[in-house]
């Protein structure tokens, strides 16, 4: 009965052992999963009140363990020269692009894209005017710094003028391509500017900076919405039909002169 009576103890002993590690097993679980939910994107916890997808004060607060001030821009660190470079880059940038809106507008075909030019043109003055509130945020003079990227791109810009015919669909489909480089480039310059500014807690530069990549995502989707219904079609089938009748005019002649005469 003694020898019983211990394994039905040891039993239990192993039993409330396996439970007790169960219940370990459980609450690391939970608390990496509320470890994970905690460190998730600000901009995925973004506020549905201004559309904004920077943190909200909350939001600071938790992500930042518990410091709710804004903070201070020295440009002594790696970090801030490298920030700063970027905002003189893209600022740059922007005034590139007021230059060359309205050479794309004038060179487009279809009025919808023109007046997406223009839209955006009206909106790129916009993004100049809050960069320098930026650099405001910041006490530092507002100016930019020769951005080779858009160089780039402006001169490809022009060589799709000059090298499509005027009034072709085909014209319209390169100048989108080219509009949406632009904003992919600025996509990217503004999304990294923004998680920076949030690292070093420039929450005011955070909002201003993230107005404006919401604003020129808004405008790439528009871009390819502009795209996809009805220009790229009738680009594609633009001089195909006669260069294609003229080969085969050229053929039949051809067979013609090679047939023995019967």
Not at 11 to 23: E, F, G, L, Q, Y
Not at 70 to 96: C, M, N, T, V, W
């Amino acid at each position: 009965m003694k020898q019983t009576s211990n394994a039905t103890k040891g039993r239990k002993t192993a039993v409330n052992k396996n439970s007790a590690s169960s219940k370990t097993q459980q609450n690391r679980t939970s608390s990496r999963q509320g470890s994970a939910s905690e460190k998730s994107s600000p901009r995925a916890n973004s506020s549905s009140n201004n559309g904004s997808r920077t943190p909200s004060a909350s939001q600071k607060n938790s992500n930042q363990q518990g410091s709710n001030h804004q903070g201070s821009f020295q440009g002594e660190s790696h970090l801030e020269k490298f920030f700063l470079d970027q905002l003189q880059d893209i600022y740059y940038a922007e005034q590139k692009i007021l230059q060359n809106l309205p050479k794309m507008a004038e060179a487009a075909t279809t009025n919808e894209l023109k007046e997406a030019f223009e839209d955006h043109l009206h909106q790129t003055q916009r993004h100049v005017k809050r960069l320098e509130q930026v650099f405001k945020t910041l006490n530092q003079k507002p100016e930019g710094k020769k951005c080779e990227a858009i160089e780039g791109i402006a001169r490809e810009v022009e060589n799709i003028i000059g090298e499509t015919e005027e009034g072709t669909m085909t014209r319209d489909a390169a100048l989108i391509i080219a509009a949406q480089k632009v904003e992919h480039y600025e996509i990217a310059t503004y999304g990294g500017l923004v998680q920076l500014a949030i690292t070093m807690q420039l929450h005011d530069a955070a909002d201003l900076l993230d107005k404006t990549l919401v604003e020129e995502e808004d405008t790439d989707a528009l871009l390819t919405e502009i795209a996809e219904n009805d220009i790229n079609l009738q680009a594609e089938h633009e001089g195909g039909q006669n260069e294609s009748g003229e080969e085969n005019n050229q053929e039949d002649e051809d067979v013609d002169e090679e047939s023995p005469n019967l």
